[in-house]
């Protein structure tokens, strides 16, 4: 056995990460292990509605965590019951079961498919997802992903997921056979680099399925609890989805995600789902603090007006320098770069104290906390304005 040499050798490198330690964060702010404050429009990658450790989410978790951990994933316990009722009052679902992994939730999502093709489609299985769409890193949701990068790896893939393409319903007609049961899709692709699907398409593809017996699933991990201005993006498009899966900002920051069914297609028999901590109360009560506060209808109104104020900065920041379109809707907003200088920006925003993140090369992705202040947008838009001024001029000059 070797011993780990340097402090970060103990753990798997799965990714480039800068070589310093997060120690505290409050709101939009992180505080790494040298007191340098970095303000925040990743929040862990969309997960923080709230922003970094909000007191409501510590204390609902303080207070659960003295009563009761984890009494078994056989018995009921109240703070699943609340959520799940919450949810479902919210919504227009009818029944959830909790998983603790946005790719756990959609692993959920497609067995869920699957069982209603056995049960009433003579075993279709077949599942239509979209190219650039990302549904998490298990296996199967790997292989629902239609992320290029993953094509080579782990291979054979699960079979039974055909792509069709964002927003072109003839793509999505031409795929469907006897073996589908269902089509899957993200509202706005988020790691694509934020490619929503428009209104109209997601009332074509409702009417499509329905008229096809097809289940509509609706993967809202990124998109949902509030992120869009609406407390679910497909409310924007006046259509209801028969399967939702959440994940991300549903714990306000601690490992907490969902699976949504209507009466319709809830078909899961004892036996064919579960898990050791699905639906454990610690995690629920943060759930039901997250969902006291996003859940109000003022709340969900400033995310959308903030959603406007970051739109319209961005739109001038990108006009000053050349740059090009603003995608995606509420919180969850993009800049098209049309040049790959996504992961130069990122180093040097870090540089300066601001966290960005840039999902493809040419593309910036802006997910703060949903209380962000405007005070909070104009300085992130400060540092990138001062961060492309640099890169623009090192552009020219090379
Ligand atoms: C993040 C994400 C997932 C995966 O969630 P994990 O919690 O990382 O497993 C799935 N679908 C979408 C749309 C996501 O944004």
Redesign the pocket.
């Known amino acids: 056995m070797t011993n780990a040499t340097h402090p970060f050798d103990a753990l798997m490198d799965i990714t480039a990460r800068p070589e310093v330690v997060f120690v505290r964060g409050a709101g939009s702010y992180l505080w790494d292990d040298n007191r340098n404050r970095y303000l925040d429009f990743v929040q862990g990658?969309?997960v923080n509605p709230l922003g970094h450790a909000p007191t409501v989410v510590a204390e609902a978790l303080a207070a659960q965590a003295k009563r009761l951990l984890t009494p078994s994933p056989a018995f009921f316990n109240g703070p699943s019951l609340q959520l799940a009722k919450a949810l479902v009052e919210q919504s227009c679902f009818d029944q959830v079961f909790f998983a603790n992994?946005?790719?756990?939730a959609?692993e959920g999502a497609i067995k869920l498919a699957r069982k209603f093709g056995a049960k009433y489609k003579n075993g279709a299985h077949e599942i239509i997802t979209f190219e650039g769409g990302?549904?998490?890193?298990t296996l199967a949701?790997m292989s629902a992903s239609g992320k290029k990068a993953f094509e080579p790896l782990f291979e054979p893939k699960v079979p039974g997921f055909p792509k069709a393409k964002l927003n072109d319903i003839e793509s999505v007609r031409r795929l469907i056979s006897a073996s589908t049961v269902a089509v899957m899709l993200?509202p706005i692709q988020?790691?694509a680099g934020v490619w929503p699907a428009t209104d109209e398409f997601l009332k074509e593809l409702r009417a499509l399925t329905q008229q096809r017996g097809l289940l509509l699933i609706v993967?809202e991990?990124?998109?949902g609890m509030g992120r869009t201005g609406k407390l679910f993006a497909y409310e924007h498009a006046g259509i209801e989805p028969d399967i939702m899966?959440l994940?991300?900002g549903i714990g306000g920051g601690v490992p907490l995600?969902a699976l949504l069914a209507t009466e319709h297609a809830s078909c899961f028999d004892h036996g064919d789902q579960g898990g050791t901590f699905n639906g454990n109360p610690l995690m629920c009560a943060a759930g039901l603090a997250v969902l006291a506060q996003i859940g109000q209808p003022d709340f969900l109104k400033s995310v959308a007006d903030t959603g406007l104020f970051l739109e319209s900065e961005l739109q001038r920041l990108s006009s000053r320098h050349g740059l090009g379109d603003i995608r995606g809707r509420g919180l969850l907003l993009a800049l098209d770069l049309k040049m790959p200088i996504g992961a130069a920006i990122v180093a040097q925003a870090f540089a300066a104290g601001v966290l960005v993140n840039s999902p493809q090369p040419d593309t910036l992705r802006f997910i703060p906390a949903l209380n962000v202040t405007r005070e909070e947008i104009l300085a992130m838009i400060d540092c990138l304005d001062t961060v492309l001024t640099k890169v623009g001029a090192a552009r020219r000059v090379a």
């Not at 992994?101 to 756990?104: L, P, Q």
């Not at 990302?134 to 890193?137: L, V």
């Open positions: 990658w969309a992994s946005g790719a756990e959609n990302f549904h998490g890193r949701t993200e988020g790691e993967d991990i990124q998109t899966t994940g991300k995600a």
